[in-house]
Protein backbone atom coordinates (compact mmCIF):
# COMPACT_ATOMS: atom_id res chain seq x y z
CA UNK A 1 0.00 0.00 0.00
CA UNK A 2 1.40 3.48 -1.08
CA UNK A 3 1.21 6.42 1.45
CA UNK A 4 2.12 9.93 2.06
CA UNK A 5 3.01 10.60 4.65
CA UNK A 6 6.60 11.83 6.18
CA UNK A 7 6.69 8.90 8.86
CA UNK A 8 7.29 6.71 5.51
CA UNK A 9 10.31 8.84 4.24
CA UNK A 10 11.85 8.15 7.87
CA UNK A 11 11.08 4.77 7.87
CA UNK A 12 12.38 4.05 4.62
CA UNK A 13 16.14 5.36 5.20
CA UNK A 14 18.45 5.82 2.50
CA UNK A 15 18.49 4.86 -0.97
CA UNK A 16 15.79 4.92 -3.97
CA UNK A 17 12.94 3.93 -1.64
CA UNK A 18 13.60 6.71 0.76
CA UNK A 19 13.49 8.76 -2.27
CA UNK A 20 10.56 7.68 -3.81
CA UNK A 21 8.69 8.33 -0.07
CA UNK A 22 10.14 11.86 0.05
CA UNK A 23 8.48 12.83 -4.00
CA UNK A 24 5.42 11.40 -2.68
CA UNK A 25 5.22 13.60 0.44
CA UNK A 26 7.05 16.70 -0.43
CA UNK A 27 5.82 18.54 -3.12
CA UNK A 28 3.17 21.03 -2.36
CA UNK A 29 3.88 21.08 1.29
CA UNK A 30 4.22 24.88 3.16
CA UNK A 31 6.35 25.22 5.93
CA UNK A 32 3.70 27.73 7.82
CA UNK A 33 1.22 25.12 7.54
CA UNK A 34 2.83 22.07 8.68
CA UNK A 35 2.09 20.71 12.02
CA UNK A 36 4.83 20.80 15.24
CA UNK A 37 4.26 16.60 15.00
CA UNK A 38 5.82 16.89 11.40
CA UNK A 39 8.62 19.16 12.11
CA UNK A 40 9.95 16.98 14.49
CA UNK A 41 9.93 13.88 11.94
CA UNK A 42 11.25 16.37 9.19
CA UNK A 43 14.18 17.04 11.26
CA UNK A 44 15.19 13.32 12.00
CA UNK A 45 15.68 12.71 8.49
CA UNK A 46 19.07 11.52 6.93
CA UNK A 47 20.94 14.92 6.45
CA UNK A 48 22.65 13.88 3.49
CA UNK A 49 19.21 12.69 1.78
CA UNK A 50 17.25 15.75 3.42
CA UNK A 51 20.44 18.23 1.53
CA UNK A 52 20.05 16.57 -1.48
CA UNK A 53 16.40 16.61 -1.91
CA UNK A 54 16.17 20.21 -0.77
CA UNK A 55 19.12 21.30 -3.24
CA UNK A 56 17.50 23.56 -5.18
CA UNK A 57 14.32 23.95 -2.97
CA UNK A 58 13.35 27.71 -2.02
CA UNK A 59 12.43 26.20 1.43
CA UNK A 60 16.04 24.69 1.64
CA UNK A 61 17.27 27.55 4.02
CA UNK A 62 14.55 27.25 6.36
CA UNK A 63 14.15 23.44 7.06
CA UNK A 64 17.73 23.54 8.27
CA UNK A 65 17.25 26.66 10.25
CA UNK A 66 14.40 24.04 11.66
CA UNK A 67 16.80 21.37 12.09
CA UNK A 68 19.26 23.78 13.98
CA UNK A 69 16.57 25.09 16.56
CA UNK A 70 15.85 21.25 17.17
CA UNK A 71 19.45 20.19 17.80
CA UNK A 72 20.06 23.26 20.44
CA UNK A 73 16.76 22.65 21.93
CA UNK A 74 17.53 19.09 22.29
CA UNK A 75 21.24 19.94 23.63
CA UNK A 76 19.52 22.31 26.08
CA UNK A 77 17.38 19.59 27.42
CA UNK A 78 19.67 17.15 27.80
CA UNK A 79 21.97 19.01 29.64
CA UNK A 80 19.04 19.98 31.61
CA UNK A 81 18.47 16.42 31.95
CA UNK A 82 21.94 15.50 33.09
CA UNK A 83 21.85 17.91 35.64
CA UNK A 84 18.65 17.11 37.53
CA UNK A 85 20.29 13.35 37.35
CA UNK A 86 23.50 14.68 38.86
CA UNK A 87 21.52 16.35 41.77
CA UNK A 88 19.37 13.22 42.59
CA UNK A 89 22.56 11.48 42.35
CA UNK A 90 24.00 13.87 45.14
CA UNK A 91 20.90 13.81 47.11
CA UNK A 92 21.73 9.84 47.06
CA UNK A 93 18.10 8.94 45.52
CA UNK A 94 20.06 7.16 42.60
CA UNK A 95 21.13 5.66 40.82
CA UNK A 96 19.55 7.54 37.31
CA UNK A 97 19.31 6.61 34.67
CA UNK A 98 18.60 9.22 31.06
CA UNK A 99 15.38 7.57 29.41
CA UNK A 100 13.04 8.44 26.37
CA UNK A 101 14.12 10.88 23.98
CA UNK A 102 17.29 12.10 25.75
CA UNK A 103 19.12 8.84 25.48
CA UNK A 104 18.01 8.62 21.81
CA UNK A 105 19.56 11.72 21.06
CA UNK A 106 22.88 10.78 23.11
CA UNK A 107 22.81 7.13 21.47
CA UNK A 108 22.23 8.37 17.71
CA UNK A 109 24.48 11.01 17.98
CA UNK A 110 26.45 11.79 14.44
CA UNK A 111 27.31 14.33 12.22
CA UNK A 112 24.35 16.08 11.30
CA UNK A 113 21.87 14.09 12.91
CA UNK A 114 19.04 15.22 15.22
CA UNK A 115 16.69 13.64 17.42
CA UNK A 116 14.39 15.89 19.07
CA UNK A 117 14.23 16.04 22.89
CA UNK A 118 10.52 17.43 23.59
CA UNK A 119 10.70 16.36 27.50
CA UNK A 120 12.57 14.38 29.93
CA UNK A 121 12.45 10.96 31.05
CA UNK A 122 14.30 9.78 34.21
CA UNK A 123 14.69 6.32 35.43
CA UNK A 124 15.27 6.06 39.31
CA UNK A 125 14.64 3.03 41.95
CA UNK A 126 11.06 3.15 42.74
CA UNK A 127 11.71 2.78 46.65
CA UNK A 128 13.03 6.51 46.39
CA UNK A 129 10.42 7.77 44.24
CA UNK A 130 8.39 9.52 46.71
CA UNK A 131 12.20 11.30 48.34
CA UNK A 132 12.87 12.04 44.21
CA UNK A 133 9.81 13.97 43.96
CA UNK A 134 10.05 15.79 46.83
CA UNK A 135 13.60 16.95 45.69
CA UNK A 136 12.69 18.08 41.90
CA UNK A 137 9.58 20.00 43.48
CA UNK A 138 12.29 21.99 45.95
CA UNK A 139 14.11 22.56 42.95
CA UNK A 140 10.42 23.97 41.02
CA UNK A 141 9.65 20.65 38.98
CA UNK A 142 6.58 18.97 39.01
CA UNK A 143 5.72 15.42 38.27
CA UNK A 144 3.45 15.13 35.30
CA UNK A 145 1.80 11.44 34.07
Known amino acids: ?3 NSLLDVVLAGRGPAA ?3 WNRWWPGKD ?3 MG ?3 AQLLVMLDPTQRRRWLRDDPAAPRVEGLVR ?3 TESGLRVR ?3 ELAA ?3 AAQLGPVILAGPAAAFLTGLRRGAVRPVTEIHL ?3 RSGLDRAVAHLARLGWQLTW
Open 69 to 71: RAW
Open 36 to 38: WPE
Open 19 to 21: TEA
Open 80 to 82: LAR
Open 123 to 125: LLP
Open 1 to 3: MMT
Open 87 to 89: SLA
Open 31 to 33: LDT
